[in-house]
C-alpha cells in the first residue's frame, strides 16, 4: 500500500481491533455450523453462512496485511464454494480440515493480537484444504456459444469436425448456424473441461476475436433463483474480456457516465428535478441507518466500574435511609417521599446495571459440541448432544468460573457415563447415547442439568470403593447418600483410568468449584439408565443475601445460602476441652464448634456437605450486600471471602465459610 | 452539502474501512450491513454514489445493484461493487444488473478515491 494510500485509511490499529472481534465471532460461527449441520446433507444455508464468514475474514486480513490468514482463508473459501454449488459431496474429512483450518486461524488472530508468541504453521492445513478441493471432480457447466459475425462462412468440412470435437468434450445442443457472411453460429455445450479449452477448440476454426462465451448456469447460491434469468444470455455472451486492470472493472468511462448524466438530467422536466431535489432536502437518518445501534461494545472494566459505582450508590442509600431511620418522625413528609422514590429508584437502577453484565449460556455450551466430537470419535462412542435453556443469562463472571466444572462434567458423562455401541445394543438401548445440557433460571439460580442415558452410577461399586478407602456407610443408605460418596477426593468408579478423565480427581473438584460460585451439585441416577446431574448456581456473584453477625463489636456479614439456623445455647450445652475443639449437640449431631466471640449465640451453618456451629456476641440483622474483593483492595485473608460496606458506612468481612467450617471439622477430629 | 455515499458491506471492519476513507475525503458517508437494509435506506433517500460489496447475506449486491436500478431515482447513481471476487462471469453479471464498476478487494484506498471523485461529481 503506497503511503498516501496508508493516509486515506488512517489509523489502522482501530480496524484490528473491530477485526480481532469480528474473527473471533466468524471462527465461532464457522465452528457452530460445522459442527451442528447434518454432514449427509448440509443445507445451503449452513454452508452459505461458513462460507460468507470465511469470505469476511479473508477480506479484512486482506487489508490489513495479514497474508497467512488470507491465505488460508481463501483456499478455505474455495473448498467451501465448492460445497456450497454442490460440485463437492461434504465429507468427513471437509469437516476434520475446515474445523483445523478454524483452529490455525484462531491461533494465527491471537499471534497478531500479541497474546501467542509464535506465528502457527499454516503451510499444512492449507495444503491439505487445496488437496480436498482439487479433488473434486469437475462439475459439467453450460455455456451458450455464439461464433459471428461470421466474415466468410466456414467450410463444412471444419465445422462438422469441431462440433464432433465438442462432442468428445462434452454435449452440444439448441445449435442454430446462419453459416453465411455476416451471419452467426449459435448452440449451447455442456461440458467439464474449462472455459480456456473450449476457447481454444473454437479458435480453430473462427478468428478468436468471434469466439463469444457466456456461462449459462453461473448460479449464485446467494442469488434468488430468479435472478440469473433477468440477465439474458446475450448480455453474458456480450460480455467483454477481462479488462487490463485486475483490481478495478470500469463497465462505463467516467466520461461517459458524465454526458449521459447530463443528458438524462436536462431530459427529465425542471418539475421533476425540483421534485428530486425536494426529496433530497428532507434528507433525514432513517430508521435503517441506525440499524447498528440497536447494539453497541463496550468493554467490559466500563461495565464493571458501572456495577462499582452502583454498589456504592447502593450503600449511599443504604445509608441515607438508615440515618433518616434514626431520626424517622422528626422529617419533613416531602423527604420521607423523597427517600423511598430514592430507594425505588436504586434499586431498578441496580437491577438494570446487573444485566448489563449478564451474558446468555450460549457462551458455555458452544464449546461443547466440539468437545462431544472430539471425544467421542476417540473413545469410539456415538454420542448425541442436545443443548436446551442457551439463552438462559447468568452473570458474566460467573460464566467464566462455570466453564471449567461443567466441561468435566460432560468428559465424565461421555468416558464413564456413555457406553460403547456393542454394550448399548447388548443392554437393549439404541446405538448412540445421548448428553443433554439444559439450563433454565429458578428462582434466584441459575440451574444446569448434564444428563447421560448411559450406564449410571454402580451402588454396590462404589460402596466398594467407599469401604477401600475407610468410609463405611449404613447398609440401608438411600440411593442419595451413597451419591454423595462420588463427591468424596480420591472416590472414582471408573473401571480404567483414561486420560479423559482421569481417576479420582473429578466431582469432588466440581463440587469445590460450584460451592466457590455459593452453588451446589446435586446427583440422580438408576443403574442401566443414565445419570444426572445438576448444578444450581446464584444470578450473580456481586450481590448476596446476607446474615449480619456482632462478634467484639465488629459486624461480619454470612452468606445466607449458608446457614441454616441460629440460636442461643446455654454454656453447658458445648463440650470439649478448651483448645481441642468443643463439639454442640443439635438434636443427634455433634457439632463441631468455632468461637468467633464470646457470645452464646450459635449459628449452624454448612458448606461442602459438613456443618459446624459459629459462636457468635449477636445477631444484626438479614439484608443484601454488596460484595467487594478483598484481594482487588487489600489482600487474601484465610477465612474472609470478601468485604461489604454497611450502611453505616463501616466495612464489614465476609466469612468464608467453607473454610471455617474445614477448620472447625479438622480440630474436633483431633480431638476423635 | 456533502455528497453523500452509502456504504454497504456485512464485514464491519471493512465497512469501517471504506467509511473511513470516505469520510477522510469529506463524504457524506452511511452505511448498511447487506443489500437489503441498504434497499430500504436507498428508497428513502437518494445517495450520490453506492460503494457494496457482493458477498452478503439476505441480499447480495449484484441482487442489490439489479434492485436499485429499478429505482427511477438511482437511474444515474454510480453503482461500484467492491468484492474479493472477481470472476469474470460475476462481473459480467455485476454489468449486466446495472453496475458502474468492479472493483477488488484488498482495495487502494487511493483509487478508490480516484474513481469515486470521478462518479459523484
Not at chain 2, 88 to 98: D, M, Q, S, T, V
Request: aromatic share 2%; proline share 4%.
Amino acid at each position: 500500500m503506497t503511503q498516501a494510500a496508508a493516509k486515506a485509511l488512517g489509523d489502522v490499529s482501530a480496524f484490528q481491533a473491530i477485526f480481532f472481534e469480528e474473527a473471533d465471532e466468524h471462527l465461532l460461527a464457522i465452528e457452530q455450523r460445522l459442527l451442528s449441520m447434518d454432514q449427509a446433507a448440509p443445507s445451503t444455508e449452513d454452508l452459505n453462512a461458513i462460507f460468507r464468514a470465511a469470505h469476511s475474514i479473508k477480506g479484512t486480513s486482506g487489508m490489513l496485511g495479514y497474508t497467512e490468514i488470507a491465505e488460508l482463508t481463501h483456499v478455505l473459501e474455495n473448498l467451501l464454494d465448492l460445497l456450497r454449488k454442490n460440485e463437492r459431496a461434504l465429507t468427513r474429512r471437509d469437516v476434520d480440515a475446515m474445523l483445523s483450518a478454524g483452529d490455525l486461524v484462531k491461533m494465527q488472530v491471537a499471534h497478531r493480537r500479541g497474546a501467542l508468541a509464535e506465528s502457527p504453521d499454516m503451510r499444512a492445513i492449507q495444503a491439505e484444504l487445496k488437496e480436498l478441493a482439487d479433488a473434486t471432480p469437475a462439475a459439467e457447466r453450460r455455456f451458450a456459444v455464439r461464433l459471428g459475425p461470421l466474415a466468410e462462412p466456414v467450410a463444412g468440412a471444419e465445422l462438422e469436425m469441431m462440433l464432433a470435437g465438442l462432442g468428445d468434450m462434452g454435449r452440444v445442443s439448441a445449435r442454430e448456424v446462419r453459416n453465411v457472411a455476416g451471419g452467426d453460429i449459435r448452440f449451447e455445450v455442456a461440458l467439464t473441461g474449462a472455459e480456456a479449452d473450449l476457447r481454444s477448440v473454437l479458435a480453430l476454426v473462427v478468428a478468436p476475436g468471434l469466439v463469444h462465451i457466456g456461462r449459462l448456469d453461473a448460479v449464485d447460491a446467494t442469488v434468488p433463483a430468479a435472478a440469473p434469468q433477468s440477465a439474458p444470455p446475450a448480455a453474458a455472451i456480450d460480455a467483454p474480456a477481462p479488462a487490463a486492470d485486475p483490481e478495478l472493472d470500469l463497465f462505463v468511462t467516467p466520461d461517459a457516465w458524465r454526458k449521459r448524466r447530463a443528458s438524462d438530467r436536462a431530459a427529465a422536466g425542471a418539475d421533476e428535478e425540483e421534485q428530486r431535489t425536494g426529496r433530497r432536502d428532507s434528507d433525514r437518518p432513517l430508521p435503517g441507518a441506525q440499524a447498528d445501534s440497536a447494539s453497541i461494545r463496550v468493554s467490559v472494566e466500563k461495565i464493571d466500574r458501572l456495577v462499582n459505582l452502583v454498589g456504592e450508590l447502593v450503600i449511599t442509600e443504604a445509608m441515607i435511609a438508615q440515618q433518616h431511620g434514626d431520626l424517622d418522625h422528626q422529617a419533613p413528609h416531602g423527604g420521607l417521599a423523597g427517600l423511598r422514590d430514592l430507594a425505588r429508584h436504586t434499586r431498578n437502577l441496580q437491577e438494570a446495571v446487573m444485566s448489563i453484565r449478564m451474558v446468555p449460556i450460549s457462551a458455555v455450551f458452544t464449546r461443547f459440541p466440539r468437545l462431544v466430537r472430539e471425544l467421542s470419535q476417540r473413545l469410539g462412542k456415538e454420542v448425541e448432544l442436545k443443548l436446551s435453556g442457551e439463552a438462559t443469562e447468568l452473570d458474566r463472571g460467573l460464566i467464566e468460573k462455570i466453564t471449567d466444572p461443567l466441561t468435566h462434567l460432560v468428559r465424565n458423562a461421555i468416558d464413564h457415563g456413555l457406553e460403547v455401541p456393542e454394550q448399548r445394543l447388548a443392554a437393549g438401548k439404541p446405538r448412540g447415547g445421548t448428553i443433554s445440557l439444559s439450563a433454565m433460571q429458578r428462582g434466584g439460580n441459575i440451574v444446569i442439568e448434564v444428563r447421560d442415558d448411559g450406564r449410571g452410577l454402580d451402588r454396590e461399586r462404589i460402596l466398594a470403593r467407599a469401604a477401600e478407602r475407610g468410609m463405611r456407610l449404613a447398609a440401608d443408605a438411600t440411593d442419595a447418600e451413597v451419591w454423595q460418596l462420588i463427591f468424596e477426593p480420591g472416590l472414582s468408579t471408573a473401571q480404567s483410568v483414561t486420560d479423559v478423565s482421569g481417576r479420582g480427581v473429578g466431582m469432588d473438584v466440581v463440587r469445590r468449584n460450584i460451592q466457590l460460585l455459593r452453588g451446589n451439585v446435586e446427583v440422580d441416577s438408576r443403574k442401566g439408565e443414565g445419570m444426572t446431574v445438576t448444578v444450581s448456581v446464584p444470578l450473580t456473584l456481586a450481590i448476596i443475601e446476607a446474615m449480619t453477625v456482632a462478634v467484639g463489636g465488629e459486624i461480619y456479614a454470612l452468606p445466607l445460602s449458608s446457614v441454616i439456623e441460629s440460636r442461643r445455647v446455654a454454656p453447658e450445652e458445648i463440650r470439649g476441652v478448651a483448645g481441642q475443639g468443643c463439639t454442640l449437640r443439635v438434636r443427634d449431631d455433634y457439632l463441631p464448634v468455632q468461637r468467633l466471640g464470646s457470645g452464646e449465640i450459635a449459628v449452624i451453618v454448612e458448606a461442602e456437605g459438613a456443618t459446624a456451629a459459629l459462636m457468635v456476641d449477636a445477631l444484626v440483622g438479614q439484608q443484601q450486600i454488596v460484595v467487594k474483593s478483598l484481594e482487588a483492595n487489600f489482600r487474601r485473608i484465610p477465612g474472609i471471602s470478601g468485604a461489604t460496606i454497611m450502611g453505616d458506612g463501616k466495612v464489614a468481612l465476609i466469612l468464608d465459610i467453607a473454610h471455617i467450617v474445614n477448620e472447625a471439622d479438622r480440630g474436633s477430629r483431633i480431638r476423635h | 452539502m456533502n455528497k453523500s455515499i452509502l456504504v454497504v458491506d456485512d464485514t464491519r471492519s471493512m465497512r469501517k474501512m471504506v467509511a473511513t476513507v470516505l469520510q477522510g475525503a469529506g463524504y457524506d458517508v452511511a452505511e448498511a450491513a447487506d443489500g437489503a437494509e441498504a434497499l430500504e435506506m436507498a428508497k428513502g433517500r437518494v445517495f450520490d454514489l453506492v460503494v457494496t460489496d457482493h458477498n452478503m447475506p439476505r441480499m447480495n449486491g449484484v441482487t442489490l445493484v439489479r434492485s436499485l436500478r429499478t429505482l427511477a431515482a438511482y437511474d444515474d447513481v454510480a453503482l461500484i461493487v467492491l468484492s474479493t471476487e472477481t470472476g469474470p462471469e460475476l462481473k459480467a453479471e455485476g454489468r449486466a444488473a446495472g453496475a458502474t464498476g468492479w472493483m477488488a478487494k484488498p482495495f487502494d484506498p487511493t483509487k478508490m478515491l480516484d474513481i469515486v471523485r470521478q462518479f459523484v461529481a
